[in-house]
């Protein structure tokens, strides 16, 4: 098991974890399905999040995580110190543990 916020491979499963995500002034909670990224996760719920290339690459679905644990498929272009500081790509993030607290 990676730790928090290292770059893993993808693990799958059935299980959702349940997120509660802060993100335009608003919260949701809702269901985080452990195979599907967050930023996936969101968009289906309906919830506008910042996205664009949905690969690792851009930077645009920066997030924090304040609570919980992730692992991204590729998380190269954040430096140690901003995962140290609980930064997460959302549309490389999976969950770890079954409760996660996200603020984009
Ligand atoms: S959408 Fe580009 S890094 Fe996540």
Redesign the pocket.
Known sequence: MPEAGECAAVQTGVEAATVEVDVDGARHRLPWPRDQSL?DTMLDAGIDV?????????????ATLTSGEVYMGSCD?LEPHDRADGLI????ARPVTPEVHVEF
């Open positions: 930023v910042p996205h664009s290339c949905r690969e690792g690459h851009c930077g645009s679905c920066v272009i790509l959302g549309c490389q």
